[in-house]
């Protein structure tokens, strides 16, 4: 990040190959929708599908009709309340990721009194906690679901997670770093968690790989914010990190706060139309 031909360098290699990745999947990409029960096979350098049992190509939804109910679907305001969800939450991790070093020369500086931080050591546990920490959160997600649902509760829980390690992010002690690491570990496994199981169990399973890339286009897009941001901090800032920090916890709150309300008024409705079902008089039978 010291060097701004590096860093150009390397956000141009990464737009090189998100461009690759996405023009690859565009070519494999299936013709058609594939229903349940279909068998895959490589023809002409491309991925075709057969029913099971069957020679012939399976008839399902026309990639023109397919995207056209996707994007139909993608402008519902259930979807777009979810866009911004994930939105928010993979740019917050992002951010902590692409940040991790600069964060911690800053925080290193502050505590220059006691010594300072071993940097690489840091990063080293970083690393590692994000690579391994993260399956605790899968029974937690499991656990979440199997009693609340999958419609708020996971929602409630990934924002509680993005509002905590903010919070622990400025704090001055080195003793905090471990809680930071396990805390952020905690959340990526979240919200990658809470985004696929709520695109497959509230859509159709034809629709699954079309929405997501809806959410993650946008998503990807606005995590090319982080080195922009990174370089404002380093240049006009002198690499302090605490404006851009508060600013992403009152919108982590802000986040957190809306799924807590949503969940909540989705149990208030759920509780008043129980009360109407039970004082609503049962239907008169007429015996012949």
């Known amino acids: 990040y010291r060097s701004e031909l590096g860093r150009d360098m ?3 290699l990464h737009v ?4 690759l990745n996405f023009c690859i999947s565009a070519w494999l990409w299936p013709r058609e929708a594939l229903p349940p029960g279909t068998e895959l096979f490589w023809s002409g350098c491309r991925i075709s599908s057969t029913e099971k049992g069957s020679s012939s190509r399976s008839t399902g939804m026309g990639l023109k009709e397919l995207c056209r109910n996707a994007f139909r679907t993608a402008l519902t305001w259930k979807f777009g309340c979810f866009l911004a969800f994930h939105f ?3 740019f917050l991790n992002r951010c902590l990721m692409g940040w991790m070093e600069a964060i911690l020369e800053w925080k290193s500086d502050r505590l220059s009194s006691t010594g300072g931080l071993d940097v690489p050591f840091q990063l080293w546990m970083f690393n590692v906690l994000q690579s391994a ?3 605790i959160a899968i029974p937690l997600f499991a656990s979440l679901v199997a009693r609340f649902g999958h419609c708020h509760a996971p929602f409630c829980a990934t924002a509680l997670l993005a509002v905590l390690w903010l919070a622990v992010v400025p704090l001055p002690w080195e003793w905090t770093l471990p809680i930071l690491y396990l805390l952020a570990a905690c959340h990526r496994q979240m919200f990658f968690s809470t985004f696929f199981t709520f695109i497959s169990s509230e859509y159709p399973p034809q629709l699954f790989a079309t929405l997501s890339g809806f959410a993650n286009v946008l998503a990807g897009l ?3 914010l982080q080195n922009p941001l990174l370089d404002t901090a380093l240049r006009n800032m002198d690499g302090d990190f605490m404006p851009f920090l508060l600013a992403q916890l009152g919108v982590a709150m802000i986040v957190f706060l809306g799924c807590v309300a949503a969940w909540c008024r989705a149990a208030s409705r759920k509780c008043l139309e129980e009360a109407k079902g039970e ?3 049962p239907a008169a ?4």
Not at 285 to 288: N, P, S
Request: aromatic share 4%; no cysteine; glycine share 18%.
């Open 16 to 19: 090189g190959l998100e461009g």
């Open 285 to 288: 039978t007429t015996e012949l």
């Open 133 to 135: 920490a993260g399956f």
């Open 222 to 224: 606005g995590t090319t």
């Open 10 to 12: 390397i956000l141009l």
């Open 279 to 281: 004082t609503d008089p």
């Open 88 to 90: 928010s939450q993979i």
